[in-house]
């Protein structure tokens, strides 16, 4: 299919991937795909025009994500639940529970200053895999590594397979998901 060939040079803006497609006519389209936002405009749009759509659907979707975004706040009562459900014993709560622009971790936990860090890659993620990477951490507040007692609490997580397998499933696409050929000389 050539019809959709992208014909701005790959992600132009951060994280903004813009595609132009000679099958759209009117309408221009936005939606996230992973890390970055993908835009799909008319062929035939005019540079001013793009100028003044994509801001609109960039601000459309930040918008709508940020909406659906839990706070910071209930990320701390969320792993308090989680903690007085399936863990009564473990009595220590995190001082702080924070979003972090992670991308090699889904969080992580240090029992010194009890602070714990989400990646911010589970903004959207079902509660299934986002409370299962919370009571990972907020396991770690007691146990500091993966031994025998830490498995034996983690396993009282209902859900850990199909959490496990949404968060397996983000990496694998995310490796997927390669950034575009750049030719930094280009021939004359
Ligand atoms: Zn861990």
């Not at 060939?5 to 389209?29: C, D, M, N, Y």
């Not at 960039?58 to 706040?73: D, L, N, Q, V």
């Amino acid at each position: 299919m050539e019809e959709d060939a992208p014909t701005l040079p790959g992600i132009s803006e951060g994280e903004i991937l813009v595609i132009r497609s000679t099958r759209r006519k009117k309408s221009a389209s936005a939606y996230r795909q992973g890390g970055r936002i993908v835009i799909s405009l008319p062929a035939r749009m005019s540079k001013a025009e793009e100028a003044q759509v994509v801001p609109e659907l960039i601000a459309i979707i930040r918008g709508r994500e940020a909406s659906k975004t839990p706070t910071e706040e209930a990320l701390s009562n969320r792993i308090d639940q989680l903690l007085n459900e399936l863990a009564p014993e473990i009595t220590a709560r995190p001082v702080s529970v924070s979003w972090r622009p992670m991308r090699e971790r889904w969080g992580s936990c240090t029992s010194l200053d009890r602070t714990i860090r989400i990646s911010d890659r589970l903004k959207l993620a079902p509660e299934y895999a986002l409370d299962y990477v919370l009571f990972h951490e907020a396991i770690h507040l007691e146990w500091g590594d993966h031994g025998a007692e830490f498995t034996e609490v983690l396993s009282r997580f209902e859900d850990s397979e199909l959490a496990s397998a949404y968060l397996d499933g983000w990496e694998a696409a995310e490796r997927a998901m390669l950034d575009p050929v750049e030719l930094k000389k280009l021939p004359k």
